[in-house]
């Protein structure tokens, strides 16, 4: 390539001495006369990348024109997804700079960096034309299949082959990625070598030549069902922070579904997120990638994404964004010997934008740091910088009684359990739907099951807890009658919490604690007691529904609020609903009356 190209521009710029000396030997210069077709849709050549070192291109795809000029590039969504529907034409006369689709591919698979600006401007160009639509039609592909998604064929080799081999054959089969077939004590198991692993090996002692596969391969696979969801299989990935899932229809291995090809299935912008949050060095770098989060919420709802799925990704980005902040500020001492924990509605998975920080911090007995106190106000006060006020009730890791060493947590479930302290009820139920997030996770099951197994036996305190669904007064009958017919002069405002998703979140986990449920979330605890036969098929049905119509309304109300330049909060107008949204709102709440009378009546809370 001769010296005048560019590797200062995005994205070639994130491209390290040896890329860059790769690209230049592959890359070639072409020339195009005014009016030529330079790209024309569902081409049947794999299409290149294409960049601009003189003249200008008109680019048209899916009813939108672009003219592009001097270092500018086309055909990225080609190569991504492999099916090209735009046509690009010269205007005047054109050189370009034609770089092979192969090269790139494997330069996106290896070099994260590189990958993310990619991305990043790709998502651009979506967002730029009609954002709404395009959105929509990517985050339709979330819900396809994970069988009808790009699956590389398995490709096995025996774990007792040397690496040298290994690659000889992998690089016949033009594959970054090998299945290890093994026998460890008599048992066969099936692991996966790919070239990051070999990177780590070339470090080791032995000679590529006589080291075994088997001894770098990883055998920790984690699997998903052809059946499942694409987006299930982007949680996992980003649940376990991998570039690969074994797709595996019962003990049938079907393909290998690779982060690169998820992505250009589906070239979601969370995964933008993910690299920022894993790449992070600082806590300034970090609090560009959570500030982001909102943004991705504010596409989802409006591409029509179901609520339950964004409340779902939206507590993965945050979960790995407190676990990284932690890292951050923590020293890793700290971190071994103690549990960060969620609560609340981000331990359920329930909370979409951010509210407050409801957080708790579980030491290991025996071990103290001195500068505890400073790092956890650090800490809090990153959030702070992300978007997430102080908690009210102070329900934090900067509050003593939510930063205690496991002993000394194990005394204070004691006294919510058998202390006559109104406000014991509720700290349980908080504590009940805490989920780890970074550090040593069974500190947490072991507070937990100490609370299980003290308030199995307590009929009474869950008795008392639950009859907290009834600390907020429902409205009056006759604003029942009236709602279905309020008319937009009328000023009155609905608590979508305390007189809506409270009895709903509330309720089923009192249940949960009496029959000692592991679940965190609203729905599985709901769905568990149905299996129980503890609650009828029908009502967990209506209740389901009517929590993801509640969240979906405090969603949109609270996107509404942010862009009106409110402060967000579960009051919403009434005047501002729609008839239909009326209409589900009363039914709503008449099933959640029905909810709370079954818990009066299990619970003995009347008479």
Not at 229 to 244: G, S
Not at 520 to 543: F, K, M, S, W, Y
Request: aromatic residues 6%; contains cysteine.
């Amino acid at each position: 390539m001769p010296d005048d190209f560019s590797f200062e521009a995005a994205p070639f710029n994130e491209l390290g001495a040896t890329e860059r000396t790769q690209l230049h030997e592959l890359a070639t210069l072409a020339q195009y006369a005014p009016g030529e077709a330079i790209l024309l849709p569902h081409g049947a050549s794999q299409p290149c990348l294409w960049v601009l070192h003189s003249g200008h291109v008109q680019q048209e795809e899916q009813g939108h024109m672009h003219v592009l000029g001097t270092g500018e590039s086309f055909s990225w969504r080609a190569i991504l997804t492999g099916h090209n529907q735009a046509s690009v034409t010269a205007l005047d006369e054109v050189q370009a700079w034609q770089l092979p689709t192969e090269a790139l591919r494997q330069l996106l698979a290896h070099n994260a960096r590189f990958s993310a600006r990619v991305f990043s401007e790709v998502a651009g160009h979506l967002a730029d034309d009609e954002e709404m639509d395009q959105h929509r039609e990517l985050l339709s592909l979330m819900l396809v299949r994970v069988r009808d998604a790009y699956l590389q064929k398995p490709f096995y080799v025996d774990g007792q082959l040397d690496l040298v081999s290994v690659c000889r054959l992998m690089s016949g089969q033009k594959t970054g990625n090998a299945l290890v077939r093994d026998v460890q004590h008599g048992v066969e198991r099936i692991g996966m070598f790919t070239t990051t692993d070999l990177r780590d090996a070339l470090l080791q002692p032995t000679p590529p030549a006589q080291l075994p596969v088997r001894e770098v391969a990883r055998f920790d696979l984690v699997t998903v069902a052809p059946d499942a969801e694409l987006f299930d299989a982007l949680l996992i990935m980003l649940r376990h922070r991998v570039h690969r899932v074994l797709v595996k229809d019962g003990g049938s291995i079907v393909g290998v579904l690779s982060q690169l090809d998820l992505m250009s299935f589906m070239s979601n912008h969370s995964h933008l997120i993910t690299l920022q949050v894993e790449q992070a060095r600082s806590v300034a770098e970090l609090q560009v990638a959570a500030l982001q989060v909102e943004d991705t919420i504010k596409l989802l709802q409006r591409g029509g994404m179901r609520i339950e799925l964004i409340s779902r990704l939206v507590s993965e980005l945050n979960g790995q964004i407190f676990a990284r902040l932690w890292a951050l500020v923590a020293p890793p001492e700290l971190v071994q010997n103690s549990c960060l924990l969620v609560l609340g509605s981000e331990g359920r998975s329930e909370q979409i934008l951010k509210t407050d920080q409801d957080n708790a911090l579980l030491l290991r007995d025996g071990f103290e740091h001195a500068q505890l106190e400073e790092i956890t106000q650090q800490f809090s006060a990153a959030l702070l910088g992300f978007g997430y006020p102080p908690c009210p009730g102070h329900i934090m890791v900067t509050n003593p009684m939510w930063c205690q060493s496991l002993g000394a947590f194990r005394q204070t479930i004691g006294q919510w359990l058998y202390a006559d302290n109104p406000e014991g009820k509720m700290n349980l139920a908080i504590f009940m739907d805490a989920r780890a997030v970074a550090g040593d996770a069974t500190l947490l099951q072991n507070a937990r099951d100490f609370a299980l197994n003290r308030a199995i036996g307590s009929n009474t305190f869950i008795s008392r807890m639950a009859s907290a669904i009834d600390q907020f007064p429902e409205p009056g009958s006759a604003w029942w009658q009236r709602l279905p017919l309020l008319h937009s002069r009328e000023s009155e405002t609905f608590d979508l919490k305390k007189i809506g998703t409270f009895p709903v979140v509330h309720g089923a986990r009192a249940l949960a604690l009496e029959y000692r449920l592991e679940s965190l979330g609203t729905v599985e605890r709901l769905q568990a007691l149905e299996n129980l036969h503890v609650l009828p098929a029908a009502l967990v049905r209506d209740l389901v529904e009517t929590l993801h119509m509640l969240m979906t309304l405090k969603l949109r109300n609270n996107l509404r609020q942010r862009a009106l330049g409110q402060a967000i909060s579960n009051q919403v107008e009434l005047s501002s609903l729609g008839t239909l949204d009326r209409d589900q709102l009363t039914d709503a709440l008449a099933i959640i009356r029905q909810f709370k009378q079954f818990l009066r009546l299990h619970f003995r809370l009347e008479g």
